[in-house]
């Protein structure tokens, strides 16, 4: 009886129905976003064309926007590795930003510190960078082993420890005395992160970016590890009489993740920002949330979501300043398509609940 | 066969005015599967009725929609003639005054005893209950019905069967006249359920109706003045006790002839012993010992029965020998190797494997597809993988030959297996255990929740690896399936080994004062 | 220090709290019900805007606590339909929530100020404060005790707990688990737009773009930190509000630690909490959408 | 496997689709370079780059230069791009769009901007890169020129200004972060309230940021505890809380460049301005007239006037303002003392 019910659902995925496309979701919400972009366009006196149009004008036209978009999708992709490995394992990473943070700043005090061959202080940065990483998430992933803490509310305490840490630090300890904002002083020239051009400017953190999501797709549905992976995120008690190690397994994927966020840092500091100073993130950490679960069970779909992402950050810029909407209006455009996105994605995936009297 | 079932749950003859419950027509849809088809049932004041029926045949779906848990696609509830509104729920079921006790109960573990029973009778605007009038007036009832249990103790200290009395209580403190009971007795030991069935009588004598969902035909014909049968989300027909014997109520239920009981091999002398343990003690988290100084063995070809009312440490003993749980004292050795401190790969590259008792908590992971089912357990070896990369071709063949060896019902081996029944995923967990010809099968409640067909392939399929040599240690709360399958039973009560018999010296109501923890074999060996 | 340290001291605490304490009281009410309430920061932000608005456009501080009270429970109901009645992810839904509002106060705001100059300028102090001290302060005490009392003392309270641990029990108990729940959170969300008025109306009488700066998060540090009862939640609140006044001092005496160490206490002193405390009393069902099966 | 295929390429669809969009829009940029004005050259092109969101009402110093800027608008029909709330890490980025998308001039609002203009003006000398703040030096290129306050003078002003109207003798001087411009006015102010009354005190106090509003309101009522009954703050948007701090604690308030008055009628006392609008002209007229050459222009004391008391003071106003003009004419000398401020 339930196994003819299996054939229908197989069958029901590939119907022909607009609504049941895999793209029909996304594709809804991006519209209904713009949709309550252009009335706040409207509200605020510019043309809903206009604002568009520079949005995008402002991150894909020309190879300087270009260049921009690119390298602000790396550090997204990265973030959202952060949250989408150890979700695989049943984690839910919120702490990536505060992850990212101290990975920065860890990159920051080697290259401040360290002299050498470029390629090895670089080398040594970066590995820093994701060493940190790794340690911000062990007190969560402790707690979630030892204790069965929820990893929701440690991760998220994490973050603000961590964020503060690396204010305490940029105002205090390693603050640029000359400079006007609590910031540390910037890499120096020989130990920033080689850059090349392919059409656009780009630094090679672009290739660990692309390298690190292929990574994870090939390791989790071509690996043994990735079958066992699964096992552990979907019922770890199961795994666990199959003879995988799951606390291990778990303890793998959350430290990879967050290694993957404190590397989004150090990449971001030694490539296109050369310092840690206040507000110099964007919350690429925050943005990687939604980018590993609107990415859904392909890490594959990171890179175009995350570009997606970047056409976003980079676009409102341009679009702030010839429209003059204020910059906050593209907090709107992150917000809104992945509310609807969760709210329509529920809505077909399984049937509201019914309201009773 | 139709000559001896009278169709009394539609029959015109059963006055409408003493009808406490009247359901017609009742629909119900899972997605694309038909959980019930126009399902008639209908329940009189003061009577017992057993709704029986194979797992998966719709018996606890209509009692979830009679109780508003779901909610019917078609069909007409009426209760004392009345129909009820479109918006049923269980708040508006028990103010109808229907109690339902699930099969896993509905209790609130963190809250009281007394929080528990008076909850669901509070409104919302009942600001400041006088807990202290509750208290009494469940203490009358707990007495009236010799029911012991500390009001103000946490539901998650309690025992399965005072959760039971406290499930009981809370109904008939909602002022229940239509008690349904799912698959009351699966928890109980055989006296716990003498009593309870001794309890029913007396609400039926106080003019309650009872509505037994079970599969277990002695109760059902111990106990009801009537049997509905449902099969397939169908409605067989409902027959009086009577008229009824349980060859007849199995035929309803399976379409087929009660099923001939397998029998197992002798077993020659000269086997090995494949499983050895010793002394074993375990404490939980709790620092509770749940396992107290264990010692058996298990042969090559030998099927050894554990029985025992489910909660007497069985799960731990399995989880023990599998290598799930650390112990604190004793040894188990697998062939003559000592494996205490072994993980569970190491243990099974020994040649143990693990039938669990629950599928979905340790036997299979829904959300995977079938070909990663079977091989989880060997994924790292040869020639599923090599260096750690999944060789595909290799994995869908092998879950090919398995689908076809184990005759698993499923359009293909990349299918999802929460998309299969209960059944073909008790096949993937078979063969994923004997994928690898195993010395040991450590199997916990094999056959629990599957149908007829299920089951005996199960069986069948356990006595034929015995026949190959390999050890059995079968955990079951089934005694039928022990006595059929086992060369030898060991009896659990309290994390104790009670007794320790070959089949053959066996004594059915001895076996069940064991299991209640009356008296203690002295033939133990 | 001089002996009129004290006082000031105690009042620049009780200030840094109180809108805390709305916002705590609101995270242990939602998640008692079993619906993870982060995004706290997001509907205190926006009860922050519409509370001056509200005093701003009707010239009445209880007109703008109202406002404030309303468009918390349209975000309530919002939240609710999202993450209760289809449902989907809570912690996601909550994440990007806080993102979108605060885009949209940004927006508003601005739009605001382009219509009405008066929305930069300071509102009047709300009438019955007392030594910089809002009305608002009292009804966070009483809220407090209220709450406390509502959860563990009354019926109501024990039907809300109930959902928090096991929903599909509570519905077989006959609650009406979507509905309540909605309920629940979209009075939850009031208490956390109540929050943001106490910033804005009780406390610094401005608004500017992200006022809020991450206090709801610490809210939400104190509701884990207090173990999901209101009284200790209030007590975390008061510490955080004690170490926040503690660390403008030490900044202001120009000496001691780099105020960012200060920040880090509520977050740290949690985690420490959760180490300690482990599983402990929380809500066992929170975070786990609710489906009628 | 097939379906997660498919999904991927439904996402490739969906970034398509932007891409139509894109090419789809009308860009404003476009139809000014496709439509030339036969009669009118194209008008100047100016981007002005701000770190505070909302410019026109937010800080001191950003409002006051907005008001500048706007002038280029309205008296030489100039275009004005004005890109806000742009983060300390995208500043060298934002000035280099601007000049991409060429701009003929590009103005950094703050001396916080300072590197990001050191390092963006060398790569595009055909933009003009303007800094309208504290600096002491110059990029290494010829497009660039600075308008610079003295800050110095500018504080003792206000340290006057607050002396004379304070009853305590207790100043308080808040400020956002302990940047080098700020030590120099705050400096100043001491050095100014010395001058008007030897035995007056300035509380100078760091808040740590820019934006936190309660945090500002807590710091200015911890220097009103200790006595201060004049404070004087620059910061970001954390001024409000300043503003809201003095008004409770009966303090008054003077506005840092622009007329502060509006914000909080009861507090504000008055505010010493920063006259834009002369300067922005000048560069208008030099830029038009093909004249605008490398250098650092100084505001001096003529520069910095006194908004109205609107009835504060009464008694004292003719004082006041009579004492700040000898400031300005430079009647009362006032030493260069820089004071160590952390």
Known sequence: MQAKSGTAMMLNSYGKRFWDLPVAVPVLSLLLSFLVVAVMAVIFGVSPGTLLGALFEGALKGRFAMASTVKETIPLALASLAVYLPYRAGFFNIGGQGQLQVGAISAMVVVLNVSGPPLMVVTLAVLAAMMAGLLAVVVPLLLKIKRGASEVTTTIMMNFACIQLVNALITGAMKDASAFFGTTLPAPEQYRLPEFTLGVTVHIGIFIALLLVAGTYWLTSRTTFGVRLKAVGSKPSVAEASGIAVKKMIALAVLGGAACAGLAGGIQALGVVYRVAEGWSKGWGFTGIPIAFLAGKNSLAIIPIAFMFAILETGARYMQFMTGVPAALIFVFQGLPVLVFVSLNAWRSSKPNKIER | ?525 | ?293 | ?342
Request: hydrophobic share 45%; net charge negative; with cysteine.
């Open chain 3, 1 to 293: 220090m001089s002996e009129g340290w004290l006082a000031p001291f105690l009042l620049a605490t009780l200030r840094a709290a109180t809108p805390l304490i709305f916002c705590a009281l609101s995270v242990v009410l939602a998640e008692r019900a079993g619906v993870i309430h982060i995004g706290v920061e997001g509907v205190m932000l926006a009860g922050a805007l519409a509370g001056l608005l509200g005093v701003v456009f009707w010239g009445d501080a209880y007109v703008g606590i109202l406002f404030s009270l309303l468009v918390g429970l349209i975000l309530g109901l919002l939240l609710a339909l999202i993450t209760v009645y289809l449902p989907s992810d809570q912690v996601v839904t909550g994440i990007v929530f806080n993102i979108f509002s605060l885009g949209v106060t940004s927006f508003i705001f601005r739009l605001a100020a382009e219509k009405n100059a008066a929305v930069q300028a300071l509102i009047p102090v709300m009438p019955g404060s007392v030594f910089g001290l809002s009305p608002f302060m009292v009804l966070a005490l009483v809220l407090t005790v209220f709450m406390w009392w509502f959860m563990f003392r009354t019926g109501p309270g024990l039907k809300i707990r109930s959902m928090g641990e096991d929903a599909h029990a509570a519905h077989a108990a006959g609650i009406n688990v979507v509905i309540t729940r909605m309920l629940i959170l979209t009075a939850a969300a009031a208490l956390s737009a109540l929050g943001g008025a106490a910033l804005t109306i009780g406390w610094v009488r401005s608004f500017t773009d992200n006022i809020t700066l991450g206090r709801g998060f610490i809210a939400l540090a104190a509701a884990y930190c207090g173990r999901w009862n209101p009284l200790l939640a209030t007590a975390a609140c008061i510490l955080f509000g004690a170490g926040e006044a503690l660390a403008f001092r030490a900044q202001a005496a120009g000496e001691g630690l780099n105020p960012h160490y200060f920040l880090m206490i509520p977050y740290l002193l949690t985690l420490l909490v959760v180490a300690v405390a482990g599983k402990g009393r929380a809500p066992a069902d929170v975070g786990r959408p609710y489906v009628r099966r």
């Open chain 2, 1 to 525: 066969m139709h000559d001896i079932i009278s169709q009394t749950g539609l029959s015109k003859d059963a006055a409408a005015s003493s009808c406490a419950v009247e359901m017609t027509g009742i629909s119900k849809s899972f997605g694309d599967v038909r959980a019930l088809d126009d399902i008639a049932f209908s329940l009189q004041a003061g009577e017992v009725r057993a709704l029986v029926g194979e797992n998966g045949a719709g018996k606890t779906t209509l009692m979830n929609i009679l109780y508003g848990i779901y909610a019917a696609d078609e069909g007409v509830i009426r209760l004392g003639g009345r129909e009820i509104p479109h918006s049923w729920s269980p708040r508006e079921a028990i103010r109808a005054g229907i109690g339902m006790i699930h099969q896993h109960f509905a209790l609130i573990s963190n809250h009281t005893v007394l929080e528990n029973i008076v909850m669901p009778l509070l409104k919302w605007r009942e600001i400041s209950p006088s807990w202290k009038s509750h208290a009494k007036r469940v203490s009358e009832i707990c007495r009236e019905y010799h029911f012991q249990i500390d009001l103000q103790s946490r539901v998650e200290d309690l025992s399965m069967g005072e959760r039971q009395q406290v499930e009981i209580v809370k109904a008939l403190y909602q002022g229940a006249k239509v008690l349904i009971l799912d698959e009351p007795t699966s928890v109980l030991t055989p006296q716990q359920t003498e009593a309870l069935f001794r309890f029913l009588l007396i609400l039926k004598k106080r003019g309650h109706s009872v509505v037994l969902v079970t599969h277990k035909l002695d109760e059902t014909m111990q106990i009801s003045d009537r049997i509905t049968v449902l099969r397939g989300g169908k409605l067989i027909g409902t027959i009086e006790r009577e008229q009824a014997n349980p060859q007849i109520i199995a035929r309803m239920m399976i379409e087929r002839d009660w099923i001939a009981r397998l029998k197992v091999a002798p077993l020659p002398d000269s086997a090995a012993v494949v499983l050895k343990v010793r002394n074993l003690s375990l404490n939980n988290e709790q620092g509770i010992r749940v396992l107290d100084d264990l010692s058996f063995h298990v042969r090559a070809g030998e099927i050894v029965g554990v029985a025992g009312v489910a909660g007497n440490g069985q799960v731990e003993l399995s989880d023990a020998l599998v290598g799930l749980r650390r112990v604190q004292q004793g040894a188990v050795e697998i062939e003559g190797i000592n494996s205490t401190r072994h993980t569970v790969l190491q243990r099974r590259k020994a040649g143990l494997v693990f039938i669990p008792e629950d599928r979905h908590h340790r036997g299979v992971v829904l959300d995977m597809d079938i070909a990663e089912n079977i091989v989880l357990n060997t994924i790292s070896e040869k020639p599923y993988s090599r260096y750690g990369v999944l060789r595909s071709q290799v994995i869908t063949d092998c879950a090919e030959e398995a689908i076809s060896a184990y005759s698993i019902k499923t359009p293909g081996c990349r299918v999802p297996v929460g998309n299969l029944s209960g059944g073909n995923q008790q096949k993937i967990v078979m063969a994923r255990a004997l994928l690898r010809e195993p010395r040991i099968i450590i199997a916990c409640q094999p056959t629990r929740g599957l149908d007829f067909g299920a089951t005996e392939y199960v069986r069948k399929k356990l006595l034929e690896c015995a026949q190959r040599g390999i050890g059995i240690l079968l955990i079951s709360s089934d005694l039928d399936e022990i006595l059929e399958l086992s060369h030898r039973i060991l009896v659990m009560f309290s994390g104790k080994i009670v007794s320790d018999l070959p089949v053959d010296r066996v004594n059915l109501d001895q076996l069940g004062l064991l299991m209640a923890g009356h008296g203690r074999n002295n033939q133990l060996d």
């Open chain 4, 1 to 342: 496997m097939r379906k997660r295929h498919f999904s991927f390429i439904a996402l490739l669809l969906v970034l398509g689709l932007f891409t139509v969009m894109v090419l789809g829009c009308p860009a404003p940029a476009d139809d000014a370079v496709a439509e030339p004005d036969p009669v009118e050259p194209d008008p100047v092109r100016v981007g002005a780059i701000y770190s505070i969101p909302d410019p026109a009402r937010g800080g001191g110093w950003d409002r006051a230069q907005y008001a500048g800027l706007k002038t280029l608008e309205t008296e030489f029909g100039w275009e004005l791009s004005i890109a806000e709330a742009v983060e300390f890490p995208k500043l060298a980025e934002t000035a280099a769009e601007f000049a991409e998308r060429g701009f003929d001039i590009v103005i950094f609002t703050s001396s916080a901007h300072v590197d990001a203009w050191k390092e963006v003006a060398p790569q595009y000398p055909d933009t003009w890169f303007l800094l309208m703040s504290v600096t002491e030096t110059l990029p290494e290129s010829d497009n660039v020129a600075a308008w610079v306050p003295d800050m110095y003078v500018y504080g003792t002003m206000v340290g006057a200004l607050a002396a004379m109207a304070s009853e305590t003798g207790t100043i308080g001087a808040i400020g956002g972060m302990p940047i080098p411009a700020l030590k120099l006015m705050y400096s100043g102010i001491i050095e100014g309230a010395k001058a008007i009354n030897p035995d007056s005190e300035v509380l100078v106090d760091w808040v740590g940021d820019w934006v936190d509003v309660p945090k500002h309101s807590e710091v200015t009522r911890l220097q009103i505890e200790r006595g201060a009954d004049v404070i004087f703050a620059v910061t970001g948007p954390g001024t409000k809380g300043v503003l809201d701090g003095a008004e409770a604690g009966n303090a008054l308030v003077i506005g840092y460049a622009a007329d502060w008055y509006d914000d909080a009628p009861g507090a504000i006392l008055t505010s010493v301005l920063v006259d834009t609008p002369p300067m922005y002209r000048e560069l208008a007229e030099a830029f038009n007239a093909g004249t605008l050459t490398k250098g650092i222009n100084q505001l001096t004391a003529v520069n910095f006037t006194l908004a109205d008391f609107r009835g504060k003071l009464p008694d004292a106003e003719a004082q006041i303002k009579e004492t700040i003009a000898k400031i300005q004419r430079g009647e009362i000398q006032i030493p260069r003392v820089m004071h160590e401020l952390e």
